[in-house]
């Protein structure tokens, strides 16, 4: 396997109940890269991505991730495993009873070894960094839905994990909020050098963020490649998906 | 249930977090179970008075409504209060957090959601409802002391020694400690409904309406247990 790999999904599958939802995954992100899994509503892609994070368990083959194979680590390994990922949740899933730096200090106080302080600290540039400073006292009801996705971006980075997996990260968002968090997306990946996946069927942000995308169909990975690429595929699933969001970005 | 048992033991122990759910649980209940409590006290004073004055027994009100109190009606009816106000609460709040996402964001966040919100939940219920009870007892023998006064004048000297002669230290403590039994069936009923939802707010709405009903039954049924296991162990009804 390749040294560079740091993500590697081989063979996997899952059903549940009759419905098998993955159905023999390979999947290979190297370190630094900018994976896109792209496909349309119901072809498994946020079932793939929970794999990663061990929230999901295959029925069958094996995800190496940072060099641990998952579904062999026990719940103590795992999670000092996922205090090297960060996850964007779909719903950002900001904790709603707590404000914006709550939210952020919850996950701070228990895993970084900071002072009071510096955890002020590292909240402020944070959320500077998100371009919401002004928000720390909010709760996440009173903010808006491109908002809420950069307070849930700026929690998943506040660790500084070296991989991050974004849920559907522009879902809902009007064009100029998918522009904003796509390029944070890409900030993350260039300033900081952090690995992830991310799963759409946001043509936009595919396009901004995207080094490899592959395209899920019916729980297989019909292509890998540039999106340009895979957007000219002769499969008529992807040429269908391809026309369809091109028309609906138009 | 097996889980809580297994867990209880092992860390994190969320200290800060146990603070918070039992100031929840019970400093925000006061309010509701001492007016439960006064209404018991008096309601049950006035029903009772005009049966006990037929026979000539009105001296013994204090006594029956003390024993009544603190032995079934008060630790009952308090678990059956905070069934309703917390087994929907937590229900609810469990419930929505599951169907945002919240749970999944706690568990990758290696936050062990289990520790966080169920394990505290349930201990804080365990602590406060004996708690609570005591104090709806407190507030429910007062109440009747009032009714007293005003319809007899009795003093509070005599009320206090005549409601207290016949009771046990025992009676005290078991009838107040199986709240804490009904605690821990609000608090795992609760937990459970919520973390065990599926789909949207319907759902959420169903399972907190589920766990009032499922707490209020079981802490009934479990009082039949208890009361008759205290009478074969303690030779008194608990």
């Known amino acids: ?250 | 249930m097996g889980q809580f048992f297994a867990r209880v033991w092992r860390k994190p122990f969320e200290g800060r977090e146990l603070l918070r759910q039992m100031d929840e649980v019970g400093t925000k209940s006061f309010v509701l179970t001492g007016i439960t409590g006064l209404a018991i006290g008096i309601v049950m004073a006035m029903q009772s008075r005009g049966t006990l004055v037929r026979f000539g027994a009105e001296a013994v009100l204090p006594n029956m409504l003390a024993l009544s109190v603190i032995k079934e009606i008060g630790p009952v009816i308090t678990a059956l209060v905070l069934a309703g106000r917390l087994g929907a609460g937590i229900g609810a709040e469990i419930g929505s957090m599951k169907v945002t996402e919240q749970i999944d964001a706690l568990e990758v966040a290696a936050l062990k959601p289990f520790h966080f919100l169920v394990i505290t939940r349930v201990l804080a219920c365990m602590i406060m409802f004996p708690i609570l009870t005591l104090w709806t007892d407190s507030i429910a023998v007062f109440g009747g002391y009032i009714e007293s006064l005003m319809a007899s004048g009795m003093d509070y000297r005599i009320f206090i020694s005549t409601a207290f002669e016949s009771l046990r230290f025992s009676d005290v403590i078991v009838d107040t400690g199986k709240t804490a039994v009904f605690g821990f069936i609000v608090g795992i009923v609760s937990c459970h409904l919520g973390f065990t939802v599926r789909g949207g707010t319907r759902e959420v709405g169903q399972s907190a309406m589920r766990a009032v009903m499922g707490s209020s039954l079981l802490i009934l049924l479990t009082d039949v247990i208890i009361v008759r296991l205290s009478l074969m162990i303690f030779g008194t009804a608990g």
């Not at chain 1, 680590?73 to 205090?83: H, K, P, T, V």
């Not at chain 1, 974004?166 to 968090?181: A, W």
């Not at chain 1, 595919?206 to 899920?216: C, G, N, R, S, T």
């Open chain 1, 1 to 250: 396997m390749d040294q560079n790999v740091i993500i590697s999904l081989d063979n996997i599958h899952k059903s549940f109940g009759s419905l098998d939802v993955l159905r023999g995954i390979n999947l290979d992100v190297s370190k630094g890269e900018s994976a896109v899994v792209m496909g349309g509503s119901g072809s498994g892609k946020s079932v793939l991505i929970k794999h990663i994070v061990g929230l999901i368990k295959a029925d069958q083959g094996t995800i190496r991730v940072l060099d641990k194979q998952v579904e062999e680590l026990g719940e103590d390994e795992m999670d000092e495993l996922r205090l090297s990922i960060g996850y964007l949740f779909q719903s950002g899933a900001l904790f709603d009873s707590m404000t914006v730096f709550e939210n952020l200090m919850f996950f701070l106080d228990r895993h970084a070894e900071l002072t009071s302080s510096e955890a002020k600290d590292r909240i402020v540039e944070t959320l500077e960094w998100v371009s919401l400073p002004e928000k720390v006292g909010h709760y996440p009801a009173e903010l808006s839905g491109g908002q809420k996705k950069r307070i849930a971006l700026a929690r998943a980075v506040i660790l500084e994990p070296k991989i991050i997996l974004y849920d559907e990260p522009t879902t809902g968002l009007d064009p100029v909020s998918v522009r904003m968090v796509s390029d944070l997306i890409v900030r993350l990946q260039e300033d900081r050098g952090i690995t992830s996946v991310a799963i759409t069927h946001d043509l936009l942000c595919a396009e901004i963020i995207a080094d490899q995308v592959h395209f899920l169909h019916h729980g297989e990975i019909l292509a890998t490649g540039p999106l340009n690429e895979i957007s000219q595929h002769d499969h008529p699933a992807i040429a269908t998906f391809f026309g369809s969001e091109t028309i609906q970005q138009n």
